[in-house]
């Protein structure tokens, strides 16, 4: 069973874990600016042009909150590398699952 788990310092079994946990949070954090960019883009639509498209906004910012709270727990960790918020990065990655489901 020992020859099973000898890759428990590796991610996606070639990168080194701490690696991996930082491609991970830099795609986290690229997916809160790309969202919050396209949420800010609408809404300059909106204002410019007086379409009444407010309540795609307001759907598409409900549905992007997990993401955003993912990437807040990426942000912590990334300030302030302790475990307390190691302990929350798999959070982060369930808020996206959750973020995609809506």
């Not at 080194?16 to 919050?36: P, R, T, Y």
Request: net charge positive.
């Amino acid at each position: 069973m020992k020859k099973a788990r000898s890759n428990d310092n590796k991610c996606c079994i070639f990168m080194d874990l701490e690696c991996g946990v930082q491609v991970l949070g830099i795609i986290q954090l690229f997916n809160c600016v790309f969202w919050s960019i396209m949420m800010l883009q609408s809404l300059m639509g909106t204002l410019f042009s007086g379409a009444g498209v407010w309540v795609w906004i307001i759907v598409m910012f409900c549905v992007n909150i997990p993401v955003f709270i993912g990437g807040f727990y990426y942000f912590q960790y990334f300030r302030n590398k302790s475990m307390e918020t190691k302990s929350k990065l798999p959070r982060a990655h369930l808020m996206n699952i959750v973020g995609i489901i809506c």
